[in-house]
């Protein structure tokens, strides 16, 4: 079932800007980790926020990813579409007795290279578009 299984575990609206301290190579640093509680265990959660990148983007990657949990299913940013916002997500499938998770916006590039993220949520079992 894709359907959400209840209210969002996170639901963040605010605009933050996140900027990458030092150089980062593909596949990128994390930048502006938060942590969310209340997962279950054995089921897919994905963490959806919208990005813009900035006109003069010079990075080659940005994207949501969970610490140490491999993605389900992931759509990054797409570099070409700078100055607009862009819906991007990960879904992991939590392990058997794991509540709780880091994320941030990963991204790739030169020092500097930034990116404004707004809307976090974090589900259960939805991905976005498909619900």
Not at 90 to 102: D, S, V
Request: glycine share 10%; hydrophobic share 40%; charged share 20%.
């Amino acid at each position: 079932d894709l359907a959400p299984a209840g209210p969002p575990l996170l639901d963040a609206p605010g605009t933050t800007r996140h900027v990458l301290p030092a150089a980062a190579p593909d596949p990128g640093l994390l930048v502006g980790p938060r942590p969310v509680t209340g997962l279950r265990p054995n089921r897919l959660h994905v963490v959806s926020a919208e990005i813009r990148l900035p006109e003069d983007f010079p990075g080659i990657r940005a994207a949501l990813a969970v610490v140490d949990s491999p993605a389900h299913a992931r759509s990054e940013a797409d570099p070409a579409r700078r100055g607009t916002w862009q819906t991007v997500y990960t879904a992991i499938k939590t392990r058997k007795r794991q509540t709780e998770a880091e994320f941030g916006l990963m991204l790739a590039g030169p020092a500097g290279t930034a990116a404004e993220a707004r809307r976090w949520r974090v589900t259960e079992g939805c991905l976005p578009g498909l619900a």
